[in-house]
Antibody, heavy 118, light 107 residues
Framework: EVQLVQSGAEVKKPGESLRISCKGS????????ISWVRQMPGKGLEWMGR????????NYSPSFQGHVTISADESISTAYLQWSSLKASDTAMYYC???????????WGQGTLVTVSS | DIQMTQSPSTLSASVGDRVTITCRAS??????LAWYQQKPGKAPKLLIY???SLESGVPSRFSGSGSGTEFTLTITSLQPDDFATYYC?????????FGPGTKVDIK
């Protein structure tokens, strides 16, 4: 069974750093890209960027470029989303999703809620 | 960036109704379009990919059509489990973009 399991909820202060994770199982991790999607409270879905775990090649949305870093460790089938300096406006639910080019995002993680508050 | 719009933003319907949601892209995206269903507190679920291909396990009452800049998602006979928010997404070019969503609620 294909699963993407994300790390647990986080509460952070502005200016702090954070890395959240997304572990894939039940499939060959390097054969599919992983995307990250933000959903702010009560709002819609925003694509942040993606990584190809086979070579760590990334693409970012201009809205997120420079503010987040997407990485992956194929040896443990895990993708990451990290911030070096959080802002209150980063408060949101973050989802990882598996992407096969041409097929859309077919499996999603359960989401990681990030709360940034002083 | 390619902008995606959806109409309507909210749709009130009854069980058994035929429901149609429209998605428009600001430029042509061929058929590189997906539809997702999201329920409160849950991750989105892929319904349709490549504009009209039904994802495995998705009921056949869901269908998609369109190409270029205009697309539709149709639910032929709305079921109680279908009350949710629906998003379209283009994956023709980066950055991939989602529509703002259409909430389908109970009339």
């Amino acid at each position: 069974e294909v699963q993407l399991v994300q790390s647990g909820a986080e509460v952070k202060k502005p200016g702090e750093s954070l890395r959240i994770s997304c572990k894939g199982s039940g499939y060959r991790f390097i054969s599919y890209w992983i995307s990250w999607v933000r959903q702010m409270p009560g709002k819609g879905l925003e694509w942040m960027g993606r990584i190809d775990p086979s070579d760590s090649y990334t693409n970012y949305s201009p809205s997120f470029q420079g503010h987040v870093t997407i990485s992956a460790d194929e040896s443990i089938s895990t993708a990451y989303l990290q911030w070096s300096s959080l802002k209150a406006s980063d408060t949101a639910m973050y989802y990882c999703a598996r992407y096969e080019p041409g097929r859309g995002f077919d499996y999603w993680g359960q989401g990681t809620l990030v709360t940034v508050s002083s | 960036d390619i902008q995606m719009t959806q109409s309507p933003s909210t749709l009130s319907a009854s069980v058994g109704d035929r429901v149609t949601i429209t998605c428009r892209a600001s430029q042509g995206i061929s058929t590189w379009l997906a539809w997702y269903q999201q329920k409160p507190g849950k991750a989105p679920k892929l319904l349709i990919y490549k504009a009209s291909s039904l994802e495995s396990g998705v009921p056949s009452r869901f269908s998609g059509s369109g190409s270029g800049t205009e697309f539709t998602l149709t639910i032929t006979s709305l079921q109680p489990d279908d009350f949710a928010t629906y998003y379209c997404q283009q994956y023709n070019s980066y950055p991939f973009t989602f529509g703002p969503g259409t909430k389908v609620d109970i009339k």
